[in-house]
Structures are given as C-alpha cells and as structure tokens.
C-alpha cells in the first residue's frame, strides 16, 4: 500500500513571497513524503520576483508557481490538508475558511522580506535570510512530522 502524502497548506495574506518559499522548501525537502501548496487571503495576483531569484538560485522548480486565494483550497474537489500553515502574523488573525478534513493549524512568522527597501542587492539579501529561517523551520517540522508540528 502507498503511504499518501502529508498534505500542507502554508498562508500569507499576498501568496506572492513567504508561503511560496516555504512551498518550495517543503515540496524540495519532504522526500515526496510532503505536498506543500501555498495560497493567500489576499493575493497579489503575481510572486515577487526576488522570491523566484532566490528559488532559482537555490535550485529549486519554479514552473507552475503562481499567486492563488485561498478559496481555491477551501472547496469540496480540494486536496484534504493535513496541515495549515500560516507564515504571517496577518493572515494567523483573519478568519479563514473551513478547510475539507478538518487539518491542524500552525503558526510560525516570519519577517515579510517583500517589504524590504534598499538596493536590488540589499533586499535580495532579506530574501535570503528569510530563506534560511524559513528552511531551518521546515527542518524540524519535517523530522518532528505532523503530530508534533506545534514544537516546531
């Protein structure tokens, strides 16, 4: 029997930096053993370029990402989460909707590296902590796993 995989929403209020990163870090890192998706309350509709950059520059896929509403993920033909992941403090104070499977919820925030000013190098360089601290979370959720997510 084929195990399914764990299935994980990660939430920010524009899906266009953050999530997407922690998308990719978890797609990348879970072994096949992880799904991630990411989606916003508020997408901005297109991802920020410097987080495709840094995905490039840090080997990761990046055909097929896109900017998506949550709403995508609260319907009945949805993909049942196991988990939901909010990754700023905005979208972890809004109401979100009921999710098909009922799945765990966790937050863990992060800086909003869009939100950095400066040089393209100086931002780019947000970018990349807020990559390594993303990735160093998702380390230990993926060996903690799911029931022990909240010691993340």
């Known amino acids: 029997m084929v195990n399914k995989p764990i299935n994980v929403l990660v939430l920010c209020t524009g899906n266009s930096a953050r999530s997407v990163l922690a998308e ?3 797609n990348d890192l879970g072994g096949g053993r992880w799904q991630a998706y990411s989606a916003g309350s508020h997408p901005t509709g297109a991802l ?3 987080s495709l950059e840094i ?6 896929a990046v055909e097929g990402l896109r900017s998506k509403s949550w709403d995508e993920f609260a319907t009945s033909d949805a993909p049942e989460m196991n988990l939901v992941i909010t990754v ?10 009921i999710w098909p499977g009922h799945p765990s919820k966790l937050h863990i925030g992060f800086p909003d590296p869009a939100a950095a000013e400066g ?3 100086e931002r780019l360089a ?3 902590t807020v990559y390594a601290l993303i990735g160093t979370k998702v380390r230990r959720l993926i ?3 799911p029931e022990r997510a909240g010691e993340v």
Do not use: M, Q, Y
Request: charged share 25%.
């Open 24 to 26: 990719c870090l978890i």
């Open 48 to 50: 920020n370029p410097l």
């Open 55 to 60: 995905l490039r520059e840090k080997g990761h």
């Open 88 to 97: 700023c403090d905005n979208a972890a104070g809004e109401v979100c909707p």
């Open 119 to 121: 040089s393209h190098d």
């Open 126 to 128: 947000v970018f990349r």
């Open 143 to 145: 060996e903690l796993g």
